[in-house]
C-alpha cells in the first residue's frame, strides 16, 4: 500500500526536529487543497503516515514546515525575517501505490530534500 512519509533533521545541532508543524496540501493546477496538518514527534517523525491507502493518490502535493518556530524554540538567534520560515517543498506522486519518503535535512541557514524509502 502506498503511503506518505517524512523525516526532519537538524543538521546543525546532529538532532531529529521535534514538534515541527507541517500542513500537507493536494495541488490541482492553481488550486490548494488543504488536507491536513501533522507534528514531528521526538524522532523528528510524523506518527504514523502523512497520507497513506486512499487518501494519497497521484498528483501533485506540498508539504509545508514551519521550520521557523522550531528554530526560534531551539533559542536559534537570528535577524527578523528569518532567513528560513516557512519551507514549502513541492513534489509529484507518479505511483501512488509506492512508499514516497520526503525527509527535511535543516539548518538556520539551508535545507535539503529527497526521496527516500
Not at 27 to 39: I, N
Not at 65 to 76: I, K, M, N, S, W
Request: charged share 25%; aromatic share 10%.
Amino acid at each position: 500500500m502506498g503511503r506518505l512519509t517524512t523525516h526532519v533533521l537538524d543538521t546543525a545541532q546532529g538532532r531529529p526536529g521535534e514538534g515541527i508543524r507541517i500542513e500537507v496540501f493536494r495541488l490541482e493546477g492553481e488550486a490548494r487543497t488543504s488536507l491536513k496538518t501533522v507534528t514531528t514527534n521526538d524522532d523528528g517523525r510524523c506518527d504514523n503516515a502523512i497520507l497513506e491507502g486512499g487518501d494519497f493518490t497521484s498528483g501533485e502535493y506540498e508539504l509545508v514546515f514551519h521550520a521557523g518556530d522550531y528554530l526560534r524554540r531551539q533559542g536559534v538567534q537570528a535577524k527578523e525575517p528569518r532567513f528560513l520560515d516557512v519551507i514549502p517543498l513541492r513534489f509529484g506522486v507518479a505511483d501512488a501505490s509506492q512508499h514516497y519518503h520526503v525527509p527535511l535535512l535543516l539548518s538556520p541557514y539551508g535545507y535539503s530534500t529527497y526521496r527516500g524509502s
